[in-house]
């Protein structure tokens, strides 16, 4: 979803053409997983964040393209609406003192960023829903002037057939409304952290940001407001899922998922083709080697982790576990803090001699998350086999030691 696109009008034979190529990419991936063709390389990591471009009084200006013109253009790019920008930092290997690397990369990035805004008298503000926003600010004269976002917009109506997409989110209060185009997922912004893994180990570093989601999401909330309502813990997971809901597919456009990988994360493209229809038939040019129509047709399904194909600089293809659970900011301390959680209890429990997957149902990992969303710390979650316990006490008395373990 990072590339710009010539048009957003699509025909009947776009859709065919980009099933056709998508069914050759497909089975190149097949061959790849069974060639063992990936990457060996250590593990790397890297990270997304997406901010909120405010005034003095803490409300949203739609400057994403004035302060993108003052900061850095190879690590800042144009988010869904103009209240947005995301900065990115390069991945590096997460040995020795790679974790300590990513976090002075934020910094440095942050300052810049919010330097360039103060040219213009406006500042950056990270954190998962911004309070002052309003649903009459998210409109489509504020989406960010990329023919992508317009085609976006276009084709989830499209599978709508025209209905509005409709907001009903139930906490200490209520909200109900509807939206008539995409631009109520710009409300909901995130820290997206990478991680670079080796084939043999994938499966498992997967299904363990799985169960890692519950605790990252909980210490990492902080927009229990949108639209002057109080909803949940973190508000963020319920509007993006359902501001993004597509309609007509088996499975939700933005979800935590349907199950573990049992043995192969192809698993999970596999059920890309079978189970999402075509959002973005783009023409792509590249060869069909670099899976550009699969890794487009992944960009527009937005699991909470995410496994992505990517490459190294030799060209060798490579996987990726994309973690997209935990809010933005609030400081960079607080993510710097949350990065270290997440690096650490992923890599613990990717390597325990019992795979907290034969542990831990599905079902219970996906309840735990969205009970942690809706309630956070105060919540009761169910881990591995000891019953349900009180999420803030397992992060202090096993979580927090596992992540340090593991670091």
């Not at 990369?105 to 406006?122: I, K, M, P, R, V």
Request: aromatic share 8%; charged share 20%.
């Amino acid at each position: 979803m990072g590339q710009e696109i010539a048009d957003c009008r699509f025909k009947h034979y776009d859709f065919h053409r980009f099933r056709k190529m998508l069914s050759e990419e497909l089975e190149i991936l097949r061959q790849w997983f069974h060639d063992e063709r990936f990457s060996a390389r250590e593990l790397t990591a890297g990270l997304e964040l997406e901010a909120w471009i405010v005034d003095a009084t803490g409300h949203p200006l739609p400057w994403n393209d004035r302060i993108i013109e003052l900061a850095e253009p190879d690590t800042v790019v144009p988010e869904l609406s103009k209240f947005n920008v995301e900065f990115n930092v390069d991945p590096r290997p997460l040995a020795d003192r790679g974790l300590s690397e990513l976090a002075a990369e934020l910094e440095s990035g942050w300052h810049q960023l919010d330097t360039a805004a103060n040219q213009l008298g406006a500042s950056i503000t990270s954190i998962g829903v911004l309070p002052s926003i309003t649903d009459s600010m998210l409109s489509l004269a504020n989406m960010s002037n990329l023919h992508r976002y317009r085609a976006l917009n276009e084709q989830v109506l499209r599978l709508r057939q025209g209905n509005p997409i409709r907001l009903d989110i139930a906490g200490p209060e209520s909200l109900l409304l509807e939206h008539r185009d995409v631009m109520l997922e710009s409300a909901a912004t995130s820290f997206q952290l990478h991680l670079q893994v080796p084939l043999r180990d994938s499966v498992r570093y997967y299904n363990a940001a799985i169960i890692a989601s519950a605790p990252l999401v909980a210490i990492a909330a902080n927009s229990p407001f949108l639209f002057g309502h109080r909803l949940w813990e973190e508000t963020r997971i319920p509007l993006f899922e359902q501001a993004v809901d597509a309609g007509r597919s088996p499975l939700p456009r933005v979800t935590f998922g349907s199950g573990y990988a049992s043995n192969s994360l192809f698993e999970i493209f596999s059920e890309n083709d079978s189970a999402y229809p075509i959002l973005l038939p783009l023409t792509l040019e590249d060869s069909s080697a670099r899976l550009v129509h699969l890794r487009l047709h992944n960009g527009t399904i937005w699991r909470w982790n995410r496994p992505l194909i990517g490459f190294d600089e030799d060209g060798t293809p490579h996987l990726r576990v994309e973690q997209r659970v935990m809010a933005a900011g609030p400081t960079v301390q607080d993510m710097t803090a949350n990065m270290a959680l997440y690096y650490g209890l992923v890599e613990n429990l990717a390597h325990a001699p019992l795979p907290p997957e034969s542990r831990l149902p599905f079902a219970a990992a996906r309840d735990n998350f969205y009970a942690a969303a809706r309630d956070g710390l105060e919540c009761r979650v169910k881990w591995l086999q000891d019953g349900a316990r009180p999420l803030g006490e397992l992060l202090l008395t096993e979580l927090l030691p596992r992540a340090t373990a593991g670091l």
